[in-house]
């Protein structure tokens, strides 16, 4: 059984920059495509970001260009997430998960593809 933890999420001001992490155990990472999902207060979750198996190939939702960079080391079996110019819009839950298919595509921004899910690690930009 995959088991996810992410960490790094905090408190932060607004202009300020985070990296959170997504540490795996229990499998090995490298045999999954990674996203991360985020909640804001009271909204449904959203996709983030998504990284296929050898971390060749990014996807990222079309509101956070730019500002959002996902990576993998599939040595230490950790994902991450870097934030920059954070908003106090960016303020939610943030959740990484993974899914067992073979490639990314598109369809890797649907909560539906992917198979484990971490806790969630808390994100709030102050203004």
């Known amino acids: 059984q995959l088991q996810l933890v992410e960490s790094g999420g905090g408190l932060v001001q607004a202009g300020g920059s985070l990296r959170l992490s997504c540490a795996a155990s229990?499998?090995?990472?490298?045999?999954?495509?990674m996203g991360w999902f985020r909640q804001p207060p009271s909204k449904e979750r959203e996709f983030v970001a998504a990284?296929?198996?050898?971390?060749?190939?990014?996807a990222y939702t079309d509101s956070e260009k730019g500002r959002f960079t996902i990576s993998r080391d599939n040595v230490k079996n950790t994902v991450y997430l870097q934030v920059n110019t954070l908003k106090s819009e960016d303020t939610a839950v943030y959740y990484c998960?993974?899914?067992?298919?073979?490639?990314?595509?598109?369809?890797?921004?649907?909560?539906?593809?992917?198979?484990?899910w971490g806790q969630g690690t808390q994100v709030t930009v102050s203004s």
């Open positions: 998960a993974a899914s067992r298919a073979s490639f990314l595509s598109s369809q890797f921004r649907r909560e539906s593809q992917y198979d484990y």
């Open positions: 229990g499998r090995t990472l490298n045999n999954y495509v």
């Open positions: 990284i296929s198996r050898d971390g060749v190939r990014k």
